[in-house]
């Protein structure tokens, strides 16, 4: 039998325990007081951001509690799942050229509230800062400085009531490390923190230095583990065991370069900070410009060859030391593939990973292909090894 592990399902537990689904993850970031997010507007080639009120919290937090408590009578286990550090991101924004996004996005109130905590790029912009479709990132969005001890606190806080107050069984984080054309390292980062602790170590201003320079890289990578390291010891110290899982695409084929994209998964192994990776697949174009920094062909879309030789350049450095569960990611994007043709593509996937030696079998989809029946019955198969 498969295991197999369901990324925000809208279908009941009932459904995904029939399917032969063993967990769930339920995106869950900002359901709670302390870190209710606030609607904002920005037309395209403005400099001025509409706040709008924080939003009300009630709902979200009482149906992810509900959400876990339903999982849980089903037999299934849960995670609670969000974007590391998220401060914020344009909605429809994929830098489509001419523009054709709304310019409205959702800002933790922290961030509202703390603009000089907001993740800086080489000019001493953050995302509150750049226009609309400026190509600062191939995507959109922005982070929270983790290099700032407040910053990784406040994340912190959340993720262990999620475990603590709803009674999830781990936390997965997800990071988006999209880079824009012809970056090849992670642009943000240049915080005063950093900054500070660069010339305490090196005599000079990393903003001197070539942008990919190693050791700066290193630096900024460092925030994020210490960010592991300190989610590890408030997880533990609830006094029951709560998974800790990293989730991406785009860090897994070259281990010894990850942290130039600022995720060192080798370090979190090493330091035995996570108990879970989750090397992600797009198995449909996801529309990320300008392409997969990992990838050979450029593209983010990875078909069996791929998929085998990235989860054996894992499983090569991890070994047993924690567990490995690639996801596949069908119809994120819009897609005008019948469901049953996504289905087998999903269905293919799986087998390439249960064959490259995952220890089980993610899937992330839309509510498009979610709410089909074809689904559930692929998924069964999978579960039952009917490739």
Not at 61 to 89: N, P, T
Not at 239 to 248: D, F, K, Q
Not at 349 to 367: H, L, M, P, Q, W
């Amino acid at each position: 039998m498969v295991d197999i592990e369901f990324v925000d399902p809208d279908a009941s537990a009932a459904a995904c325990a029939a399917a032969g689904v063993g967990k769930v993850m339920h995106y869950a970031q900002g359901v709670l007081e302390s870190h209710a997010w606030v609607a904002c507007e920005r037309p395209p080639g403005s400099d001025h951001i509409e706040f709008g009120a924080p939003e009300q919290i009630e709902h979200s937090a009482s149906l992810l509690k509900r959400r876990i408590s339903e999982a849980h009578a089903a037999g299934l286990r849960v995670d609670a799942y969000s974007i590391l550090g998220l401060a914020g991101v344009w909605q429809g924004s994929r830098h489509q050229v001419p523009r054709v996004i709304e310019p409205v996005g959702r800002v933790p109130r922290f961030a509202v509230e703390h603009p000089e905590f907001m993740s800086k790029a080489r000019d001493g912009r953050s995302w509150l800062d750049w226009d609309v479709g400026e190509p600062v990132l191939g995507y959109d969005v922005g982070y929270l400085a983790l290099a700032h001890p407040e910053v990784r606190a406040y994340v912190r806080r959340e993720l262990v009531a999620f475990a603590r107050d709803f009674g999830a069984d781990g936390v997965q984080l997800e990071f988006l490390p999209v880079l824009a054309a012809g970056e090849s390292v992670w642009p943000l980062g240049y915080d005063e923190p950093a900054l500070a602790e660069f010339r305490r170590r090196f005599g000079v201003d990393p903003r001197s230095q070539p942008a990919d320079d190693p050791a700066w890289a290193r630096l900024r990578a460092d925030y994020v583990t210490e960010f592991f390291r300190e989610l590890r010891r408030d997880l533990d110290a609830l006094g029951r065991p709560v998974e800790v899982a990293a989730a991406t695409e785009g860090i897994w084929a070259r281990p010894d370069e990850a942290y130039r994209l600022g995720l060192d998964w080798p370090a979190w192994v090493e330091e035995g900070l996570v108990d879970a990776l989750y090397p992600r697949f797009f198995l449909d174009d996801p529309l990320y410009p300008p392409s997969d920094p990992s990838s050979e062909s450029g593209s983010w879309v990875a078909d069996a060859a791929r998929i085998e030789r990235e989860l054996a350049t894992v499983r090569r450095l991890v070994g047993n030391r924690c567990r490995i569960c690639a996801t596949a990611i069908a119809s994120n994007a819009p897609a005008t593939d019948p469901v049953s043709v996504v289905v087998e593509r999903i269905v293919t996937a799986a087998r390439a990973i249960v064959e490259s030696g995952s220890d089980g079998f993610g899937i992330y989809t839309d509510a498009r292909v979610a709410g089909d029946a074809a689904l559930w019955i692929g998924l069964r198969r999978i579960h039952e090894g009917r490739f």
